[in-house]
């Protein structure tokens, strides 16, 4: 059976499939565009004043998107799905032909079963009897987890249970396992044995806490039910000391003695699916990197997620890492460090490839989200008007001080500008008194409906930069040998980064080893 069959089983995913010249040339179509609106996908919306955005836009862009209701830039520039576009005004081709590119580019993030949900509902269907306890999953393992992470392990564990049937393989590395939620279902819930590993010594102690929570638990129904637990759950700790070897030598490196070759080094390790659910940054490439390089992998399911925290050869250190990643270590083989963006030779290749930390930051954002603020005439989108305006005055101070981070202000939609410019001004080492023109004020405060149009164009691109580093990665699969599938597994409305990337390796290229 092949990946994509075993995608079209569940009638909950949307599948993307292409041919490798398709992925090619998408790839190209992608950098091209991303290329022709970079000053879009690479501007600062606390930027709106001081760098004057809205007249960087073509003067004909200008009156048309000056005066949209919010629910209008929903409905006519931000939902793709949206039929029925009726214009104030006639629209410029340049525009129409913006947001008509940015759409077919991107990959749909539409889940079947969800489209169906009832109208203005946020959660999936499961969430209808109990908004925080998804009916699917069993009460065991809804504790401690928040409804966007049950709704998360309840698909992915389904996910890797089949491709742990098709591949008679019933171990699993979950890597970044965190707290430990998808671990013990995939162990407890489906039978699977399972060894996480995680680097947070304080993720690690809350999934050692709640795994006794649950062992104990397990012991009750076991008194009331005869019961018995279907498998041994391994926690492990991801630290140069700490490593999976019991699992395969491929995740930390093996010190022996001796001439051995890899293929011996490797002998007897049993295969295993590689699973990394939300895995930051470059970590997922790592996983992809793992799964081409170690025998024993013969499956893998990644979800990724921030981004921004990739390496790329423009910006070769993630942020708070003082010094670029080591080099990964395969068995006995040190290769050198890669970047995470770009993994594959065709995309590296492409004269156009880059992509800004911004962008990439960008492409976190949660389009669906935006668009329910925008259809609500939300309070909350008076933030990036009021971030904006601040930065303004701090410059006017402060010429040199240039994005300076601010913590969340609570509730900060509901105060009047000036108080918000108070507390904001303060954390940034500027006197809270700090005298602001009045007039100035109200003149910005008007723009604000500007500010949130600006804002939608750039996160109109969020997806385009999203598909371009996961067909990245398709096509690295692809170039050594490996098909994939990328599955729109998870409902977008409640968890924006959707995507799961999955493959398979050919039967020849799987390891021999015992289960």
């Known amino acids: 059976m092949s990946v994509e ?33 970079r000053h879009f996908s690479d501007s600062y919306i606390i930027e709106f004043f001081t760098e004057d955005l809205w007249h960087t836009l073509p003067s004909t862009w200008q009156p048309v998107l000056q005066d949209l209701s919010y629910p209008q830039i929903a409905d006519l520039l931000l939902d ?19 947001r008509a590119t940015a759409h077919a580019l991107a990959f749909s993030r539409g889940c079947r079963r969800e489209r169906g949900r009832v109208a203005g509902s946020v959660k999936p269907k499961e969430f209808q009897e109990n908004q925080s306890q998804s009916s699917l999953l069993g009460h065991i393992f809804r504790k401690h987890v928040k409804p966007k992470k049950q709704h998360e392990i309840l698909k992915l564990g389904r996910l890797v249970k089949k491709l742990c049937d ?6 699993v590395v979950d890597v970044g396992s965190g707290q430990g939620h998808l671990t013990r279902f995939l162990s407890f819930g489906l039978g699977l044995s ?15 806490k709640f795994d006794r929570q649950l062992l104990w638990a397990l012991e009750k129904e076991k008194q009331k039910k005869d019961f018995e637990s279907p498998s041994q759950h391994q926690l492990k700790e991801s630290e140069e000391q700490s490593s999976a070897e019991s699992c395969c030598p491929c995740i930390k490196p093996v010190c022996q003695e001796g001439n051995h070759t890899k293929e011996n080094s490797l002998r007897g390790y049993p295969d295993f699916v590689l699973t990394g659910l939300h895995a930051c940054g470059d970590l997922s490439a790592t996983l992809l990197r793992h799964f ?24 070769p250190t993630p942020p708070g890492l003082v010094e670029p990643p080591t080099p990964l270590t395969l068995g006995h083989e040190s290769v050198p460090s890669e970047f995470g963006y770009p993994m594959s030779s065709w995309v590296r290749g492409l004269s156009e490839h880059q992509l800004s930390y911004k962008a990439r930051e960008g492409a976190c954002h949660a389009v669906e989200d935006y668009i329910r603020r925008l259809r609500e005439e939300s309070e909350l989108l008076r933030i990036h008007c009021y971030r904006a305006m601040l930065e303004n005055f701090i410059r006017d101070t402060r010429p040199d001080l240039r994005r300076a981070g601010i913590q969340t202000i609570k509730k900060a939609h ?39 149009v600006y804002f939608s164009l750039a996160l109109l691109l969020a997806p385009v930069v999203e598909t371009l580093v996961l067909l990245d990665r ?42």
């Open 5 to 37: 069959l075993l995608a079209a089983q569940d009638a909950e995913m949307f599948t993307t499939s292409l041919s490798s010249e398709e992925q090619r040339e998408l790839a190209r179509k992608l950098t091209t565009v991303l290329s022709q609106y």
């Open 80 to 98: 793709a799905a949206h039929g029925d576009r009726r214009y104030p005004t006639v629209w410029p081709l340049s525009l129409l032909a913006f």
């Open 166 to 171: 098709q591949t008679d393989c019933n171990r």
């Open 194 to 208: 399972v060894t996480a590993i995680e680097a947070d010594p304080t993720l690690l102690a809350m999934a050692s």
């Open 292 to 315: 081409v390089s170690c025998p024993h992998v013969r499956g893998i399911t990644s979800v990724a997620c921030c981004y921004m925290k990739i390496t790329t050869e423009e910006n």
């Open 414 to 452: 509901l105060l009047p500008f000036t108080e918000y410019a108070r507390m904001g001004l303060a954390r940034v080492g500027l006197p809270p008194e700090l005298p602001l023109d009045p007039e100035r004020v109200e003149s910005m405060l008007r723009q604000q409906g500007r500010v949130v």
């Open 474 to 515: 398709i096509i690295y699969l692809q170039e050594n040998g490996v098909d994939s599938q990328l599955v729109a597994l998870f409902d977008p409305n409640f968890s924006p980064r959707n995507f799961v990337l999955m493959a398979l390796k050919p039967c020849e290229q799987g390891g021999q080893s015992p289960r």
